[in-house]
């Protein structure tokens, strides 16, 4: 069981998961109940998805490993994770403070 999750290739399960989050983005904006700061908050989790594409193709092309083997790519793409997360939690918690 092991050996076969450590080879199993979850790129698919990223690119579906989009097919949830963009509904979720196109109802937080049109709910209009969440804070601006939060919404640009999960919405920012997008770019940490596309830098995440293209740090894996790079980590491909130019070093023949994963993503999560070349240490200055990784931690850039989980630095916009990171962000996008930061932007949420000041988001809700200024807007509790003034609501």
Request: aromatic share 20%; net charge neutral; proline share 5%.
């Amino acid at each position: 069981m092991l050996t076969w999750l450590g080879g199993f290739d979850p790129a698919p399960l990223f690119i579906l998961s989009l097919f949830t989050y963009i509904p979720f983005l196109w109802w937080a904006q049109r709910s209009n109940r969440f804070p601006p700061v939060a919404l640009f908050g999960f919405c920012s989790t997008l770019i940490f998805v596309f830098i995440t594409i293209i740090g894996s193709i790079l980590a491909k092309i130019h070093y023949g490993a994963t993503l999560v083997e070349i240490d200055f790519l990784h931690g850039g793409a989980e630095f916009f994770l990171t962000l996008s997360n930061f932007l949420i939690v000041i988001g809700f918690s200024t807007y509790n403070k003034s609501h």
